[in-house]
């Protein structure tokens, strides 16, 4: 990292950058659906990424800019971490074509993940929509490999139509194993070989019980949040065993450049998981 | 804190020697382009600084964060750093500037420091200076006044026959070997003290509540629609206010190839909370967004919270230091804190 | 488009004084040169003589859509290109040449005795996204230099490139550029689309919005503006944006927005 090769007059010193990245190798890359793509990692310099689930990488290309990701792997599975990208601007439009061999570079951890402690002992929900699958599936890895630590496991995972549907392979395997983690998924829009249901997420609370006890964690597109709240509510789960990961525009990922602000709450910093009583009074959390 | 004095007949070849030591950055004027207004620009003469200045167009934090700053180089190699800081003085800054460099200090060093701003400021003497000209819409003579200033190495107060400097750090007294200083007596400390004081009674502005009363006020009024929409009716989301304010610290970062179109760097430049795409990000599917303050309101109404209240309790006052310059800037003249607290006070 | 194989460029020109493409003989010899070792120009009339034969991988058009006679080959450059970009301000929005939209009586004063001649006949100036899907738009009267190294720099490797939606204010204030309020003056600075780093109130100038709006202007806080503290009259204060945004205005003509897909 002494030379940049550009001949410039900046100087190398010792003062640490915190926008500085670290190069990761990709161990795999595989398109899953038209629009996402699945990466494999593996830091460079040997140092590993310590996370832990919930939390974010700052993900880049140079030239192109970097983006917020959720680790979408459990830190149980040390070797490598995985991320999803889905294909929206130009950042992740520059990650995703990028294949095996080539480099991503990445800061990180940032932010705040889920309570794990919090969740230990007891019945846990999670409710993902879209690719909110890919920040939840950390932790989803995470109890399935410990799974005697955790009481009743329960997945909704709904998705636009059956093509848009993320980790195929996982899902297959959570269908079968019911009495690992209770799946129910949904999508918006089925098609001729779906027989599934059909409908928005909500619907899946009618297929299953959840206790009052239980820890929940939701992800999702931004207008999800409230109308899982409100069924959370009608199931008397208190606000503060109900876990929400956010989405904002967090540039920095290190509490400054304000873009991902709620209200007074960095998202990057303070987030990108909240409880929903801490965030409840916040006018801008819910769109 | 030790006091110092200088005469007026001395303090000219006190400049020319500090000026000769290392770079000086301080109020000058720029007949070309700024008129009869200031800018904070690096003192090539003694001749040049005017500490008489009301106040400048774009505030001293420029000297620490820069409107675009370059963080990181990268190329066919690989990737590297940028900080590079100057060992330099920055001489004639206003209090209240400087408490708006103790709020920039906190929040860059909060939780991940940032370098990029520290670095520079480290290297920095910041040498304050004593309002002789108050500008038309200050009005840190009543908002915030119980906010000390203290990021600086030393100050500066005009006083008769010449200037009590006072030293608050090693790189404050360390400028004292370039002057004929002696020590300050007690009549030139109290006048210093005196002219200090009644700097704070000049402003032609005034706020009548309390930071707190005002604070708690203000984000009470968070869903007051209709007075939002008032107060940003004639907004242009153009961002003026934020980019003139001394306590805006919000930025962008984009990366830019060289010509090469090989190696290129990663730069950040400041980035105004007003403007439309501040809070907007891409959901995918058929180029769909979501912006998290869509309307124009929405975003006045956050920079009011963020100056009045959200970082009160993080800074210990509130996030507006009273320099006015954002009621200056503002075209059609609805920025003015002193009339947006005025309007919220009234419910 | 990768950076190894050199792209192919092509410049052409419709309703326009053709600054756009002297606009680019300008653009400094290091970044003309730079690029040269990426872009290939194959057609070019400001420079060589040459045409374009068979597939342009970037065409540049610059100039207003004005004459229906005009749309086929507008539509012919756009099935030989992969890019098609509108270039300075008449191709991207109509600009200057869009001043015509509202006004009649025109013709005899500029032409005279000529006015009837079919080679002047025309209609509405709209930009050419009117006519054929448009990819990127340089902006600007003349084209923006940085924005054009920008957008060609952005193609080379993929990119959607950066093209600000904030006022020309924020340009202006970062660079402690007085304010033409304070001064007396008016400007619609505050409604007119960056980018351009804000020479012109640099040089004491208003800011004639000439590389458009934002993409929500506060239309009437303009004409508030200019009247109250700019001192334009009534009428000229509702007109004064006109001269570069007739045709993003909310007044604009039919068919002045882009054409749809």
Known sequence: MSNCGNGCSCNDSAIDNVFLPREAEILRAEQVTASEKHFTLKMKDGKGMDFQPGQIAEVGVFGYGEIPLGFASSPTRTHSFDLVVRTVGRVSTAINKLEKGQSLWVRGPLGSGFNLEEMRGHDVLIVAGGIGLCPTRSLIQYILDRRSEFGKFTLFFGARTPKDQLFTDDLVQWRKTKDVVEYHETVDKGDDSWKGNVGVITTLFAKTKISPDTRVVVCGPPVMYKFVIRELAKLGVPENHVYLDLERRMKCGIGKCGHCQINDKYVCVDGPVFTYSDIKHLEEAFA | ?347 | MSPKTKAKVAFFDFTSCEGCQIELTNLGEKAFMGLLDHIEIVEFREAMSEKAQGRIDISFIEGSFSREADRKRLEDIRSRSNVVIAFGACAATGGVTALKNHMSDYSEAVYGKDAKMPHLDSSFALPVSAAIKVDYSVLGCPMSQAEFVEIVSSLLHGKEPVIPNHPVCVECKKKSTLCRYGQGDHCLGMVARAGCGAPCPADGIPCEACRGFVDHPNQEALVKVLREKGGLSEERAFNKSRIFTANLRSDAVKGAGARKE
């Open chain 2, 1 to 347: 804190m030790p006091a110092h004095f200088i005469h007026e007949t001395d303090f000219r070849e006190f400049l020319k020697s500090l000026i000769a030591s290392k770079p000086v950055i301080g109020p000058v004027v720029e007949p070309k382009s700024t008129g009869d207004k200031f800018i904070f620009d690096d003192v090539t003469s003694a001749e040049q600084l005017r500490l008489d200045y009301d106040v400048s167009l774009v505030p001293p934090k420029a000297v620490f964060f820069p409107p675009v700053q370059k963080l990181l180089e990268f190329g066919p190699n690989g990737v590297k750093s940028c900080i590079n800081p100057r060992e330099q003085v920055l001489l004639g800054v206003h209090f209240y500037d400087v408490k708006a460099f103790d709020q920039l200090d906190k929040l860059f060093n909060d939780k991940f420091p940032d370098n990029n701003y520290l670095a520079n400021r480290r290297a920095t003497t910041v040498i304050a200076s004593s309002v002789q000209t108050v500008s038309k819409h200050a009005f840190w003579g009543s908002f915030g006044k119980d906010v000390k200033a203290k990021g600086h190495d030393g100050f500066l107060t005009k006083v008769q026959g010449g200037y009590v400097y006072e030293t608050f750090s090693q790189k404050g007294e360390a400028l004292l070997k370039h002057g004929k200083f002696g020590n300050a007596s007690t009549d030139q400390v109290s006048a210093a003290k005196r002219e200090n004081d009644a700097a704070m009674d000049k402003c032609q502005e005034k706020v009548t509540f309390t930071p707190a009363e005002i604070s708690t006020k203000t984000r009470a009024s968070f869903s007051n629609n209709e007075m939002w929409k008032e107060l940003s009716k004639d907004c242009f989301s153009c961002g003026s206010c934020n980019i003139v304010c001394p306590t805006c610290y919000c930025f962008d970062v984009q990366d830019k190839w060289g010509l090469d179109q090989v190696s290129g760097e990663r730069y950040r430049t400041w980035d105004a909370c007003l403007t439309e795409d501040f809070a907007k990000v891409s959901l995918g599917g058929a180029g769909g967004h979501e912006n998290f303050r869509e309307a124009g309101a929405q975003r006045f109404r956050h920079r009011a919270m963020r100056k009045l209240t959200y970082l009160n309790e993080k800074l210990g006052g509130p996030a507006c230091i009273g320099c006015g310059r954002c009621t200056s800037a503002c075209v059609p003249n609805i920025a003015n804190p002193v009339k947006i607290i005025n309007r919220i006070m009234k419910g």
